[in-house]
């Protein structure tokens, strides 16, 4: 059964007009039963309804079909309505039912099989329930409550409801029907031209049935309305007092005409408060209830007309689209279950369907990555405290995120374009932000390095990365993307890092040479510099993510290993000229890699990095003007790696190499670095603040080497500060040494640094300042 049900039932030719002429004409044809059409003969137009009965078709039947499947919803807690209307004399009363002593039990209507059939259904289905009923009619746009014998007056209205009548509380069948008829005897009933009983008002009987449902409670209510019938004065001959009733029926039954075809029109005004019967019936005329309408027709031609407008007012019923909702619900359990019921609203208000917002993935995918979000904040915080369990943290809230993403992208298909577009731009930041917070991540190990367990670390970084290189093929896959950016980087880093190792040399290494030179965009203004005979050597520091400023994180790590950059350094421009110094020393897990590579003549680059050319070598150029042609071996870049985790951190040297010594000695005479550089040929900057603590390396020392040699230096001649910045000493162990060597003099081996630390400590300190013992 439709939320709303329109039946037409054609009344039986009666037998006092079998004989008539025009009664055998019929205005109604039935083209089909299957499914029910009906055409009007005189207009040629079809009508087609959920049923049509025929004078074949008794009670029960017009029972089963119309108003039986309700009982179940009512009990469930939905408003239902069955309501007859049609011509005066169609068979409406006699339909509906309100005289339950009729002599056939054939003959029986609506309403006293429906009582029968709630009884019978709370007894079968076992539910705890309460029914009351009501009866009331609308005489002459007043309201009379059935139920009262004592008093005949209409009951108060307000706001156009009617107050106070009675609901009777009936336990059985037979209860039911004392009532209903005494109801029925109290109705307003006039003998017209056309019905010699005809109601002269509006009946509504409702039945109220309170049920208690596991948890909670509905009450809903069935009301079953014998309208009255429309009529023509012409046809009726009413006069006086029946005239006068025969116009407030016909405006009542105008303003329910009005109100279904507001309904049918989805209008947003639906005019109920024109006429008491549509103010009374608000609550079960609606889109929210069940409805089934009951057209009675004549099938006389003479009733043609009254039978059409009755057709009319049926398909325009039928228009109605319902959308019934469970009435009623105990407050406390609505409380508890606020999603469950959602959509359930309180008996007697006018209820307006919430308007669901769309829910759309994004925000769905926001909802769900808020936790990876604070997750991050979080985590960004308490790195320090145990880096490798928050790394795993973070991790689990970059899989929550992509997971989201994932079913993101499943549920995008179905969604507009505007809104694919939408969400694909929230993906890409959501992945731009995941490789940032991994990024970070990697900064803060990299700044408190070493860390303890790097085996696990590198596993969950990882994981991290192929997740995110997942999503990033999920989201790029539609856009025709090739890679994300992070594998980008990688796959750029890897190359170098081939390139380098010297074993996985090719024969075409000289175009993977220029590919990698060309993807790291060697300035223009620094081949400009060496055609300007600037025989200088100049670092690049060159960083996974921006090609052109080394990251913080390795930045912070030269820093602490060598203490070059001082702690408030505060341009960019002495960064980077502090950067220069840090020479070609390249560190990393245990693994340190170097390659050497011939930068070509014209290479090009739209880079913005100044060169940091120190200020006397410039002034000495200035001095001479002269300019001198860049050759191809003149120009060497070094790249070493730093290894942490999955991701490799690129630290690139360019070294230019001195041709014109004369120049240099022009303008470098007294500086110590440019003579170092004169004796190897290579203009050698080191790793130590003013150049003082400067430790000699050989050209074919490894930058391992180097490094450690570094370390020792500062070990054996560093002061307090300097002490301090190596990794694993902090003050305490800084004055132990200052103390070791005022008392034995300066470090010279392992053994006095195992004397200071103490055999484990020692192991520790080798480890997490990546010295090889055997260097020492
Ligand atoms: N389908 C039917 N089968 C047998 N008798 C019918 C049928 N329909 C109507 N009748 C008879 O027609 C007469 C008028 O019916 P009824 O009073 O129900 O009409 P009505 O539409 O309610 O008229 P009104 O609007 O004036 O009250 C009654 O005597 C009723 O028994």
Redesign the pocket.
Known sequence: MDFVNVAL?I??I?KNYLFDENANTSCLKIISKEPPVVLAVDRLKTYDFDNIFT?EDNQETIYNECVKPLIKYVKEGYNCTVF?Y??????????IGTDPQVKDQN?LGLIPRTLNEVFEYNQNENLESEILLSFIEIYKEKVYDLLQNENNQPLLVKGMKAEGFRKEKVFNFRDATHFLNMGNKNRHIAG?K??????RSHAIFSIYCKVKHSGHETCAKLNLV?L??C?SVRKTGNKGSTFDEGVNINKGLLCIGQVMTALSDNSSYVPYRQSIITSILQDSLNKNNFVSLIA?VSNYQDDTTETIQTLEFASRVKKVKSRPEVNKVVSQYKKDNPILFQNTRTAGTPFKRPQTPMRTPAKHSRMALMPLLSNKEQSSGSIASDQSSSLKSFGTSVMSGISAISSTSDVQQTLSPVIQKYMSKMEDSLIKKMEDSLMKKMEEIAKSTPCANWSDLQTEVRKIKTEIAQISSVTLSRKKATSSPIEERMSRAKKVLSYGNSANKTPDSDNTKDQVVNSFKVPDKLIDRKRNNVNVRHTLSISPIEPDQPRRSIRLSIKRLHGDIEPGDVTQKDKRRRLSKNGDIAFANGNLMTSQINVRKGVSDSSVCQPPVRRSIRLALKKTGEEESLEEEDLTLESSYLKIGGTSFLESTLKLKIKDNEILQKGKKKNDTCKDANKNNVLNVKATPAGKRLVKKSKNDSPYTAHTKVVFKSLSEGGQKELERLHYVGSKTAQQILSFRTVKGPIKNISDLKEIFGPKKFNTFVKKNFLKIELL
């Open positions: 039932r009344k039986p009666h004078e007859a049609g011509q005066t004399g169609t068979g409406k009363t006699y339909t003959q017209t056309q019905n010699a009983q005809s109601s014998d009255a019938g009529e009675c």
